[in-house]
């Protein structure tokens, strides 16, 4: 499902990406949290920047109180901190990835907004050091985690109908058959190395939020279809895949194609 995003976003990979970044809720949803930095290698301190954002306004949330820790393989490398209050919202810590190359976790937990305490949210990260070039991917601890950036930032919400659909169609339909699964494992790394910028995007720029929401609408009209028909194999989701893969290359690359022949001719004639 997620390949046919990269259909409908090839213009926008152009843009640079100097820095990884990645939105994340927090458990109930409270509060969005935001990391940035530079790509990471293995025993130089890095600052990461933490921005506490309102997920209601899309706006920096002043005065939270907040704990962070990191570790690799189970083995702490910096924290648990202390309760840390931040009266702008936004932070830069620096942590020494010291245990060499691979996946680091990161723990973000906020007890407390506008001098409010509140009862514990966190919100965790994945934090690849090295060759990787440390880009910032979801924790697939139930498979309910991995969030569509995009698709969240273009209808406002999670809990919006279109996001939801998007959701439910890859943990009930994709996520089913071991091929769906592979694919998800692999793309999401490369998905979410571009997301996060178009996402941050939309946010900055009302026009080019409705521009992203009148191109995302037809591809999740067509991918509703898959409420209609049963998967049962390998063989099913590989069909439909394609089939809705052409579908919406006919849509997105034929149509236009053809208006633009068609204009042609009509202006040579």
């Given amino acids: 499902m997620k390949f046919l995003f990269v259909l409908l976003f090839v213009p926008l990979l152009i843009i640079p990406a100097f820095a990884e970044s990645q939105i994340l809720p927090t458990e109930k949803g409270t509060l969005d949290v935001k990391l940035t930095y530079e790509p990471i290698e293995p025993n130089i301190q890095t600052k990461i920047s933490i921005d506490f954002i309102n997920p209601f ?3 920096i949330q002043i005065h939270i109180d ?3 820790a990191v570790s690799k393989d189970g083995e702490t490398v910096f924290g648990p901190t202390q ?3 931040t009266s702008e919202g936004s932070v830069k810590i620096p942590i020494d990835f010291n ?4 996946v680091y976790s990161m723990d973000v937990e906020v007890e407390g907004i506008l001098f ?3 009862p514990p949210e966190t919100v965790s990260f994945d934090i690849i050091v090295g060759e990787a070039h440390a880009q910032l991917i979801t924790t697939p601890e139930n498979g309910e985690n991995g969030g569509c950036l995009i698709a969240t930032a273009t209808y406002g919400s999670e809990m919006a109908l279109e996001v939801q659909q998007l959701r439910e169609l890859r943990d009930n339909t994709i996520l089913s058959t071991e091929s769906g699964t592979a694919f998800m494992t692999g793309f999401n790394q490369f998905y979410y190395s571009f997301s996060p910028t178009i996402a941050d995007l939309e946010r900055e720029n009302p026009v080019f939020k409705e521009v992203v929401k009148l191109t ?3 591809m999740i009209s067509s991918l509703s279809l898959l409420n209609y028909v049963d998967i049962d194999s390998e063989e099913e989701m590989l069909g439909y895949g394609i089939s809705l893969i052409l579908l919406n290359i006919g849509m997105y690359v034929g149509v236009p194609v053809f208006g633009i022949l068609k204009l042609y001719q009509f202006r040579k004639n």
């Fill in 216 to 218: 995302l609408t037809p």
């Fill in 66 to 68: 907040y704990t962070v």
């Fill in 116 to 118: 409010n305490p509140i």
């Fill in 83 to 85: 309760l840390i209050h």
């Fill in 99 to 102: 245990l060499g190359e691979g």
């Fill in 57 to 59: 306004t899309q706006k």
